[in-house]
Structures are given as structure tokens and as C-alpha cells.
């Protein structure tokens, strides 16, 4: 992955001893005049250099990525 990375927000990933959910932008991140993202990374050990999941979200996807985890959220 290529591009500038700017962080927007971390947090503790539940469950876990030392994991992290890591929410970032990534813009160009496929090269040149590639759309910018929004990356959620899922790291299970603190110290991670790179999660060991992550998912890339472009800009007009979000609202329903949005609405459909507020759904999920209802049925947990």
C-alpha cells in the first residue's frame, strides 16, 4: 500500500489483553490518482507494526457501511 496515512482515532479492542482497533485515511492508497480511504485495522497485540486485519472503505460507501453496522449492532 502506498499513500499518506493520517490517523483518526485508536481504541481498545474488547476482549482482548493489549489489542487495538486503529481507524485511519489513506489517501492514494493503490497509487497515483487512486480514490482515498478510510481503513479500519484490527490489531491483536500491542507494538504492531501493521494489523493483522484491516479493511479499506472508499468515501461513498461509508454511510452504508455506517447503517449497516448500526443494524448489526441491533441484533447483537
Known amino acids: 500500500m502506498s499513500g499518506t496515512v493520517t490517523k483518526i482515532d485508536e481504541m ?3 476482549g ?5 482497533i ?7 492508497p493503490y497509487g497515483p490518482k487512486s480514490e482515498s480511504v478510510a481503513s479500519i485495522g484490527i490489531s491483536l497485540q500491542a507494538g504492531a ?9 472508499p468515501k461513498a460507501n461509508i454511510d452504508a457501511v455506517i ?7 441491533k441484533s447483537l
Open 49 to 57: 507494526e501493521e494489523p493483522d486485519w484491516k479493511v479499506h472503505i
Open 22 to 28: 486503529s481507524i485511519t485515511t489513506v489517501q492514494q
Open 16 to 20: 482482548t489483553k493489549d489489542g487495538k
Open 67 to 73: 447503517s449497516a453496522l448500526t443494524e448489526a449492532k
Open 12 to 14: 481498545t479492542l474488547s
